[in-house]
């Protein structure tokens, strides 16, 4: 599961349908919230590049990540978000085999405070589910799963500290052909918040099969910035990954890339 950078409005709906000062840019331009807070939903789209996959690492990847946050008021207290993560992935010479297709879809959702508290902390907890891929191995499990998940958000002026993790439990019989769903997801984060260039992201998304152990631990770093297209407010950000570590069979290695664009809009 990929973390990012999320759009989300701190006080005023309005504010996106004007001229952004770069005052107002620090209003709406903090990341990584559970999108609960006034009725404001977030669509970031990615595009990430990966190198040396395959079990010789002389293949590439390129993927491109859809992952809106959709939050429905219960009440004057309580919202539900729901996160759904669907990403479309070409592989270039993995091993002499080239293809393209859809990993499993991951949708993970929260119930969270929408009351005055969550301006400085959230949290969140509620059910996952995963869709199953019907792509070779490298794409992911065929198996579908349920699951958890939750998160923690901290604010302070210039800071937002938090993670978001879920623990995914595979259905049915195993997949006789590549990983099962029995997974755990970790994804920490601290984002810096500039007065006038933007923000600074620093965090780190982990998966770790519970079958077999493997692992991987890639680590973002991402810096984000309000543009306007005409009067239309994006977020853009542009990144580095690299991976520490990862033990799937014909997992990327070493250096990577991202580039994203986030839209919010009052729902």
């Known amino acids: 599961m990929l973390c990012s950078l999320k759009l989300a409005l701190a006080q005023d709906t309005d504010s996106f349908f004007e001229a952004l000062t770069p005052g107002k840019e620090r209003l709406i331009s903090s990341e990584r919230q559970l999108q609960a807070q006034d009725n404001v939903a977030s669509v970031p789209i990615y595009f990430n590049f990966d190198q040396k996959v395959g079990l010789g690492h002389q293949g590439s990847t390129k993927y491109t990540q859809i992952e809106p946050w959709l939050p429905y ?31 499993p879809v991951i949708i993970e959702s929260f119930f969270t ?46 800071w937002i500290v938090g993670a978001y993790a879920y623990q995914s439990f595979g259905l049915g019989a195993m997949p006789i052909n590549g990983p099962s769903a029995n997974n755990v997801g970790f994804q920490p984060f601290i984002t810096y918040i500039t007065k006038r260039y933007g923000n600074i992201t620093l965090d780190c998304e982990s998966v770790t099969n519970l079958d ?7 680590i973002n770093l991402m810096g984000s910035k309000l543009i306007e297209v005409g009067d239309l407010p994006l977020l853009f950000t542009i990144g580095a990954r690299y991976y520490t570590v990862n033990t799937n069979l014909g997992g990327a290695q070493g250096w990577g890339g991202r580039i994203g664009l986030t839209y919010a809009f009052s729902h």
């Open 73 to 103: 008021r219960i009440n004057s207290d309580y919202s539900y978000v729901v996160h759904p993560q669907i990403t479309y992935q070409s592989f270039n010479n993995f091993d002499g085999y080239s293809s393209s297709g859809f990993k």
């Open 212 to 218: 077999t152990g493997a692992h991987a631990y890639p």
């Open 113 to 158: 405070e929408s009351n005055e508290t969550r301006l400085k902390n959230s949290f969140g907890f509620g059910p996952m589910v995963q869709i199953g891929t019907n792509m070779p191995a490298m794409y992911g499990s065929s198996q579908n799963a349920v699951g958890y998940s939750m998160g923690a958000i901290h604010r302070s002026e210039d």
